[in-house]
Structures are given as structure tokens and as C-alpha cells.
């Protein structure tokens, strides 16, 4: 069984920053990509910025130019370094991994809240 654990969540000033860490305990290559996702409340879980197995970088029109999705292979670990938070940054965070036997998985969150 796989488990991945955010943190770095928290309580930050609009215009601040956060780093949010997804650890898993299994090796970053057994999934073709990971992601972080963001549910605001009573909206629906939207994908934010995915990293590939490649490397390959994708991000929501929201996060572009103010969110950065990046890996460090050695700790099994995709951060998401955020900036420039707005209000609407605002929500439980979440991290996917897409495994290349098969499956999702999906670690509990970490709240991120922003305050204007």
C-alpha cells in the first residue's frame, strides 16, 4: 500500500508564500505523474499543477507564473511552492499519484489558508 503525506499548510497573509511536501513512501518513478489538487469549501476538487514521470510541468490557469510543481528524487518528495497567494488560493490541498501499475492515490491534505 502507497501513502503519500502533505504538509506545509497553513495560515498566511495574501501576497505571502507557502511550500507545500507530498512524501510517499514508495519511489516518485512508480507514478506517471503526481499532482496537486485543491478543494476550496463547497467547491469541487480542482487540479492545480502536475509533475510527469518525464519531468513534464502543467498548471491550472490559476497557478501559472504563481505556482511552481518540482520533485526532489532522492526524498520521494513533489513540492508546490506557492506565491503571490490570493484569498482564493484558499482550501485543503491535496496530492495524487498515478501509478504505473495502476490506481490512484491520494494523501489526507493540508489546509492552506489565506487571509486578505
Known amino acids: 500500500q502507497v501513502h503519500l503525506v502533505e504538509s506545509g499548510g497553513g495560515l498566511v497573509q495574501a501576497g505571502g508564500s507557502l511550500r507545500l511536501s507530498c512524501a510517499a513512501s514508495?519511489?516518485?518513478?512508480?507514478?506517471?505523474?503526481m499532482d496537486w489538487y485543491r478543494q476550496a469549501p463547497e467547491k469541487q476538487r480542482e487540479l492545480v499543477a502536475t509533475?510527469?514521470?518525464?519531468?513534464?510541468?502543467l498548471y491550472a490557469g490559476s497557478a501559472k507564473g504563481r505556482f511552481t510543481i518540482s520533485r526532489d528524487n532522492a526524498k520521494n518528495t513533489v513540492y508546490l511552492q506557492m506565491s503571490s497567494l490570493k484569498a482564493e488560493d484558499t482550501g485543503v490541498y491535496f496530492c495524487?499519484?498515478?501509478?504505473?501499475?495502476?490506481?490512484?492515490?491520494w494523501g489526507q491534505g493540508t489546509q492552506v489558508t489565506v487571509s486578505s
Open positions: 514508495a519511489s516518485i518513478f512508480s507514478f506517471n505523474a
Open positions: 509533475i510527469t514521470r518525464g519531468g513534464s510541468t
Open positions: 495524487r499519484g498515478t501509478a504505473l501499475q495502476g490506481g490512484d492515490y
